[in-house]
């Protein structure tokens, strides 16, 4: 019988990894006070005003407008900066879905530009290469944690007077030469649902240095002298609880980073796969580590030696796919009668309106069907359980010859 799990043999682990998050009596405390105050609403309590200002100075911005959840942040961003009908938004293929349809909730039009090779961040060559003069604002994600090119973003969007929002969803606490990330360009839009790493359950804020851009983001988010806002307020509940887990951002980033380190040393040189590469001078946060497969020096394609290490006990979700193939950019029917795509004050020429079609993205299309493994390295896991990752995985590799045979 063979020793992968896979075949008959016994697994590396068989127990589940730590659940994430793990939230303690302090939150409960501040939850309790909430209720006892009456004020659940933030137009009549103080929590949400508070961790706006708390947040916003952690990451070393003057203003944070919080929210309900991250799209309604990055909804918030767009609108502020001015986005609207007939303007086209740069957005990268690889991240969640939000990123794209946040551009389609203010009926303006998402183009996909690839991402880098290396570090998977939105290219800034291929940005430039997709500016149009139906242009308005790139969005820049910071995905899995790890900062993107933000020196090359931010050049090519003065060059061509765009406004670069940056996607934090991931990175909450990542550093770009000393700065924190959401702070370099002039907005950038957070989201703490359940699995980040400042993890509210839900909510989200957008942060910046630019007191107008703060003011448009505050009558957008609920309500204000626009010709149209919305109620996308974030509840004191939720303001209060990321009072508490904000005071604990750093301490359990530094828990993702002392597993990911401890990944990095002992999956060097294990054939076939190696750890993305982190930008020089920046810190990665890892909301996902992730580990880049070379199917033919593994021997095996990325999609069998996940299952196969998914038989160890290995938690390895295949989560990402280049969001041009989602049913939304298909059907390109958003509101009805083919808007935003077919406004006609959307006045692209036919020969120069995006294609959502396999081919128009390939570094992300190659890192999302054949390369990307991404794992969780979340706190209260630690460098034990990693272990068992590392053994699952150099088992694996030991045993490719067995995986190639059946």
Sequence with gaps: MSELALLGGTPIRTKPFPLYPVRGEEEIAAATNVIRSGHLCAAMGDQVDAFESEFAAYCGARFGVATSNGTT???????????????????????????????????????FADVEPDT????????????????????????????ADLDGLMAVAEEHGLTLIEDCSHAHGAEYHGRKVGTIGPLGAFSFQQKK?????????????????????????????????????????HGAI?????????????????????????????????????????????????IRCAEKELGISRDRFVEAARAEGIRLPLIYTPLYRHHT?????????????????????????????DGMCPVAEQACDR?????????????????DVVAAFQKVVAHVGELQRR
């Design 242 to 290: 990321g009072r508490v887990r904000l005071r604990r951002l750093d301490e359990q980033n530094e828990m993702r980073i002392e597993n990911a380190r401890y990944l990095d040393r002992e999956l060097a040189g294990l054939c076939g796969l190696a750890p993305q590469a982190v930008r020089p001078d920046t810190k990665a946060v890892y909301y996902n580590y992730v």
């Design 329 to 357: 950019f298909q059907v390109q029917n958003a509101y009805g009668h083919g808007c935003p795509f077919s406004c006609p004050y959307y006045r692209a020429p036919d020969d120069e309106r995006p294609r959502y079609e």
């Design 120 to 147: 998977l961040g939105l290219d800034p060559n291929e940005v430039k290469a997709k500016v149009t003069p139906r242009t308005k604002a790139l969005i820049v994600v910071h995905m899995n944690g790890y900062p």
């Design 371 to 387: 390369q990307n493994i991404e794992l969780k390295v979340h706190p209260p896991a630690t460098v034990e359980d990693m272990a």
């Design 73 to 111: 942040a990055l909804h918030t961003a767009l609108a502020a900066c001015g986005v609207g009908v007939g303007d086209e938004v740069i957005v990268p293929p690889y991240t969640f879905l939000s990123t794209a349809t946040s551009v389609l909730m203010q009926n303006a039009i998402p183009v």
């Design 197 to 237: 790493n400042l993890s509210l359950g839900e909510g989200g804020i957008v942060i910046t240095n630019d007191e107008g851009l703060a003011s448009k983001a505050r009558a957008f988010r609920s309500f204000g002298q626009l010709p149209l806002a919305f109620n996308y307020r974030m509840t004191e509940l």
